[in-house]
């Protein structure tokens, strides 16, 4: 009797005891999310889109323990970890990004029109059917650097010069070919090379090439110091080329470098496009919602203060001249912030 009341007790014991750690690993699945991994493709260190990578990543990024996190909207969703990757530009991030090799990127607007277009330098991979929007992020400008003490003074005098367009898979290059052929000037024209800001700098400053493209939100760090060192001067875009330029690439505004923006140099007339963060379509809606809101939120506008070209973005810019569709969890979130009817 004492034997069968013994091993009622341990039996009972041990039920509780397992139901107890069943029930410890449910809710412990409930409240310690899953890890959800997720790229930023950006560009180049000496470019603009990969210090504002790493800043939204460090900003959205909800993995556990994070205290800044418990505020509503400043994380994205829980389990979250997004790293900012660099890559070899625009061109590169539409490719990767539409094959589904990355979550997402960065891309000028320009680029991801001819990409969901099919046409150059996207005409041989074809149309990119997955890309779609996540946001509109800040404007970038075109940069025409020169060395100092060379004699180009207009797009026009590139005609015979060393001068390099950006990597053959930067944004800079679909952007500069198309500068050069509204200038009248065709790339057999020029003594071409195609290379990164960062080897474009050096390169330039050894005088061994004479001008180079470069696009980028300003102030671009890498201009700067060219500039304020006396190495290169910045020659506009404008006139009769740059109304030939804007009629033929829509994507395009003409937009100034105001005085001051770079040290020793005063106003100078160029043209800007629109940066956006793309995603591939399959990554789920939930996730692109709470990015989406999180980039946006109240929260975080301090923090993002820290990068010149976050301040400019804005919850209502994404919804107008949109070069590739809305992500349905980005269209949701602009359909809750207001912006989207």
């Known amino acids: 009797m004492i034997f069968r009341r013994a091993a009622w007790t341990a039996l009972i014991g041990f039920v509780l005891t397992a139901a107890f750690v069943i029930g410890s690993a449910e809710l412990g699945a409930q409240t310690v999310p899953s890890r ?32 800044r996190c418990a505020a509503a909207g400043t994380c994205g969703p829980a389990g979250l970890v997004i790293s900012a990757r660099t890559s070899d530009g625009a061109v590169a991030n539409v490719l990767a990004v539409n094959a589904g090799q990355a979550d997402s990127g960065f891309a000028q607007q320009d680029v991801i029109a001819a ?20 946001a509109q ?34 944004g800079t290059s679909v952007t500069a070919r198309a500068i050069l052929s509204a200038y009248g000037i065709p790339v057999r024209r020029i003594k071409a090379s195609h290379n990164a800001s960062d080897v474009d700098a050096q390169l330039l400053q050894k005088g061994e090439i004479d001008a180079f493209f470069f696009v980028g939100g300003k102030p671009v760090t890498l201009v700067d110091d060219l500039l304020a060192r006396g190495v290169a001067r910045l020659v506009p875009i404008d006139g009769a080329g740059r109304a030939r330029l ?34 591939n379509a399959s990554v789920p809606e939930n996730v692109v919602y709470g990015i ?9 506008r301090a923090a993002l203060r820290d990068n010149p070209l976050s301040t400019t973005i804005r919850v209502s810019d994404t919804t107008t001249k949109l070069p590739a569709p809305l992500h349905p969890g980005a269209a949701h979130y602009f359909h809750d912030a207001g912006v989207l009817h």
């Open 36 to 67: 959800i991994s997720f790229q930023i493709l950006t560009g180049s260190t000496g470019g603009s889109y990969f210090p504002l990578g790493q800043l939204i990543a460090g900003l959205i990024s909800h993995p556990p323990g994070v205290d």
């Open 137 to 170: 992020l800040f404007s970038e400008d075109v940069h025409l650097l020169v060395a100092a003490k060379g004699t180009i003074k207009t797009v026009a005098d590139l005609r015979g010069k060393r001068v390099s367009l950006g990597a053959d898979s930067s």
């Open 292 to 300: 989406a809101k999180a980039l946006f939120s109240v929260g975080n």
């Open 115 to 134: 990409a969901v277009a099919g046409t150059d330098p996207f005409r041989k991979a074809g149309k990119q059917d997955h890309i779609r929007i996540l």
């Open 246 to 279: 804007l009629k033929s690439e829509p994507m395009l505004s003409a937009d100034n470098i105001r005085a001051g923006t770079y040290r020793n140099t005063g106003a100078v007339a160029t043209v800007s496009v629109p940066a956006y963060w793309i995603v």
